[in-house]
């Protein structure tokens, strides 16, 4: 990486001018966000299940000081990895029993003389002398959060031990790398490890993971794209931006911002110790790395937010030269034969995911060098994966057209699916399709025919009365064709479907641009490709049946959600593709008691004070919604908060919580609203295995919560299994509930996630997250991807987004 540019002496570096440099790291203090009025954060109910989880527990002695030092070094070294070899030549200072974190901070159980302290240095790159400066800063007791710190970063250390090699966040077994030579692929097998304070003790997580790093660079990629000198600049602003790179001299990995096509290694300077340096004389000199081509342009990546909050607000310039791919391109994701042997090397079930974990843990216990440094602490790992019990929620009965509550229709729990069993049974509010439209390439009649036929068959089961349509043939599939056939399409049609010969992005695009934005109305887009499998065509055309009368405001089915007059509400972001620096912000809440009927909006944001008074807007105005609909604002309210990092945690809690009350206090009177705010997690590390035997591990079944052990000190959270996978290991969801007054017991809460896993009307069975979530997610993708702009109004109280 180039670094950032700086101003005075501070050098651009692999590290920014400072991941840690010339500032002091926060404490590591977790934030309590247990409401004040949770008395216990564990649940009961439900059916016992034997569990293992990834977590190993970490011993740890109960009466050590550590003695943190502030590192400098002079003149600056911006190179890790040169900083590690410099503070090994000076490790005798402090024996065997310390930690460098590979920027400023240094701890060890030993207290040096003075106070600071200096040391000579070599760097081996130019043989340069380097002053490197210990300065005490602290003591730190065994028990403190800071602790935390500690062990994660002896963690990384032991990762490097054992031969791992850091790419971005996490460590990768290079010697372990699998080749894909027919896609220029390489798949390298790792590992993710976090060590924090749990209800059951200091545990560290472990979970796999996997790296796919192509040989192709970015300068490789920008070669291809300059065949076309007309339109090179412009395509490459399109296909680069938003890729992952990874820098082949330290193995970090960045996100392309923009690219810098008027400067280039040579002209791109900067002030460097009193004098100007351009980035060739500074990646020979600070990486020992020679540019070939001095002409090539620059990638620009951004700051990160939480690089700008630690202070680092420059950008950061790379060479496409030394930038490796990363990822899949859109056309090796549409290879069937790619994704089946990339799942055959990534993907392990319980018994293989535990047998690796074991593995790993093993290879650490019997390394030499890792088992003398955590001895020199006085730490050691538990040998064993931790065991834990979990609950199974009971199976819900899906309420179908007819079916009184506590009736209802029985499915197997097990499978997560209630497809077979609801397939002919009347919906629970069907909606008739009466005036509707098709648009389509005039030659395939025929397969629209039969759809049209198969169509009329399945609805009939499904309470939904379905008149012929209108055809609006085409001559070809141009997208200009497409357009000007959809915007003809009389206002009085209540439904278009556009049959596509294949998945053309552009076409899309304007299509849904045209009846989400321009001409609302409910559409349906669906490809030759799915009508033509015959084998399979009556089970597609019910799927799409009852999305298209979901769409118009149909209740496929419902469940019984016992506490009356609540409101419930999701919300996510998603980064817009078009609009750079812009993210959409996508709310939706229930207008029912049942949580059948939606209500949605979207708007957009450059930042987190916009996005916090956006959510705060579009609840305000969810609540009068449902006023307007039921006569009186609700009892209960229950909002489900996705795409929330770990970062932003403190962020939602501090800021977001606090608009959201002054939007209920402002058309309420405050407590009349009994509320509670959850953060849903689908992107952690946890994993738990079902344990049946001695020698036998499988998947939890859906309903499965965990509330305890694995769970942390400072929050009321628990993690659920709601749905059921046919391979791999299952992903739990986490829930973490930040604000509470609704006087629930945590039964209730695991209760309700669950219950709303099941009313996502996109799938006949179990998912995920809470369908307020999932909706909020495909609108603001719909957003994102597609429309770059809101959706009309007209559309805010149906799922035209599914």
């Not at 028990?143 to 054992?162: A, D, F, V």
């Not at 990546?301 to 202070?311: C, D, I, L, M, Y």
């Not at 209540?494 to 899309?508: E, H, S, T």
């Not at 009177?669 to 953060?679: A, D, M, R």
């Amino acid at each position: 990486m180039a670094g950032r540019e700086s101003g005075g002496d501070e050098p651009m570096g692999s590290s920014g001018i400072g991941r840690g440099r010339g500032r002091e790291r926060r404490p590591f203090a977790p934030i309590n966000t247990i409401p004040p009025s949770v008395r216990t954060t564990a649940g009961e109910g439900g059916t016992s299940i034997k569990l293992l989880s990834n977590y190993y527990r970490l011993i740890t002695p109960k009466d050590a000081i550590i003695h943190a030092y502030r590192v400098d070094f002079e003149p600056p070294v911006e190179s890790a990895r040169m900083r590690y070899g410099l503070i090994f030549q000076s490790k005798e200072i402090f024996g065997s029993a310390f930690i460098f974190d590979g920027g400023n901070e240094l701890k060890s159980v030993k207290k040096l003389e003075s106070d600071v302290t200096t040391v000579p240095g070599i760097r081996k790159s130019d043989n340069e002398q380097i002053a490197i400066t210990f300065r005490h800063t602290s003591t730190v007791s065994w028990g403190h959060p800071e602790m935390m710190r500690l062990y994660n970063t002896q963690m990384r250390k032991n990762l490097r031990s054992i031969g791992m090699v850091q790419i971005g966040r996490h460590y990768y077994d290079k010697s372990d790398r699998k080749s894909l030579p027919n896609w220029k692929l390489q798949i390298w097998p790792g590992i993710i490890t976090a060590i924090n304070e749990h209800d059951g003790g200091i545990l560290m997580v472990n979970d796999v993971v996997h790296k796919v790093v192509r040989s192709q660079t970015a300068y490789d990629m920008l070669k291809d794209l300059s065949k076309d000198k007309s339109t090179f600049r412009q395509v490459a602003r399109r296909e680069l931006p938003g890729r992952i790179v990874m820098v082949n001299y330290n193995n970090k990995t960045y996100r392309i911002d923009d690219i810098i096509f008027d400067k280039n290694p040579i002209t791109y300077t900067f002030e460097r110790r009193g004098a100007e340096c351009n980035l060739k004389d500074y990646y020979k000199e600070q990486h020992n790395v020679t540019i070939r081509d001095e002409r090539q342009p620059l990638l620009l990546v951004k700051p990160t937010e939480r690089q700008r909050r630690g202070g680092e607000d420059k950008p950061i310039m790379l060479i496409p030269e030394l930038c490796l791919m990363t990822g899949l391109t859109d056309q090796m994701r549409s290879d069937f034969n790619l994704k089946r042997e990339m799942g055959e090397m990534t993907r392990a079930d319980p018994p293989g995911r535990a047998t690796a974990l074991n593995t790993f843990i093993r290879k650490l216990a019997s390394n030499e060098k890792v088992r003398s440094e955590m001895a020199s602490w006085n730490l050691r790992f538990e040998t064993s994966i931790i065991e834990l019990p979990g609950r199974v929620l009971p199976a819900e009965k899906i309420l179908m057209l007819g079916e009184a509550e506590g009736s209802g229709t029985q499915y197997d729990q097990k499978t997560g699916s209630f497809e077979r069993e609801i397939r002919s049974k009347n919906m629970r509010k069907p909606v008739g399709l009466d005036t509707w439209a098709i648009v389509c390439l005039r030659r395939d009649k025929q397969i629209v025919d039969e759809y049209c036929n198969t169509l009329r068959r399945v609805a009939e089961p499904l309470g939904v009365s379905l008149s012929p349509p209108k055809i609006f043939p085409l001559e070809n599939d141009r997208t200009s064709s497409y357009v000007e056939a959809c915007q003809k399409i009389p206002s009085a049609c209540k439904l278009v479907n556009i049959i596509v010969p294949n998945n053309n992005k552009d076409r899309y695009d304007a299509v849904k641009k045209i009846f989400c934005c321009e001409h609302p109305m409910a559409s349906q887009v669906l490809t030759t490709r799915v009508l033509q499998k015959r084998n399979a065509l009556q089970t597609v055309c019910t799927k799409v049946c009852i999305q298209m009368s979901v769409k118009l405001g149909a209740e496929a089915w419902a469940l019984n959600i016992p506490p009356k007059n609540m409101m419930i509400a999701g919300y996510d972001c998603y980064h817009d593709s078009a609009k750079k620096g812009s993210s959409v912000g996508a709310f939706v809440c229930s207008l029912n008691q049942s949580a059948t009927r939606w209500y949605s909006r979207v708007t957009y944001h450059q930042s987190r004070e916009e996005m916090s008074g956006n959510f705060a807007m579009h609840l305000t105005n969810g609540l009068k919604e449902y006023a307007s609909l039921n006569g009186k604002l609700p009892d209960r309210l229950v909002v489900y908060r996705d795409g929330v990092s770990e970062g932003q945690i403190g962020y939602v809690y501090d800021f977001e919580i606090a608009q959201l009350r002054t939007a209920i206090n402002s058309i309420i009177e405050p407590g009349k609203i009994l509320w509670s705010f959850v953060i849903v997690t689908k992107r952690i590390n946890a994993r738990f295995f079902h344990k049946i035997d001695a020698r036998s591990l499988q998947n939890p079944p859906p309903g499965t919560v965990v509330d305890t052990v694995v769970t942390r000190k400072e929050r009321y959270d628990f993690y659920l299994i709601s749905q059921c996978v046919r391979q791999g290991t299952v992903n739990p969801t986490m829930y973490n509930i930040i604000e509470d007054t609704t006087g629930w017991r945590p039964i209730h809460h695991q209760q309700m996630a669950y219950k709303l896993c099941h009313l996502y009307f996109n799938w006949a069975g179990t998912i995920t997250v809470p369908a307020p979530c999932q909706y909020a997610h495909k609108l603001a993708f719909l957003t994102g991807t597609s429309l770059h702009r809101e959706p009309d109004p007209k559309l805010s109280n149906y799922l035209f987004y599914l």
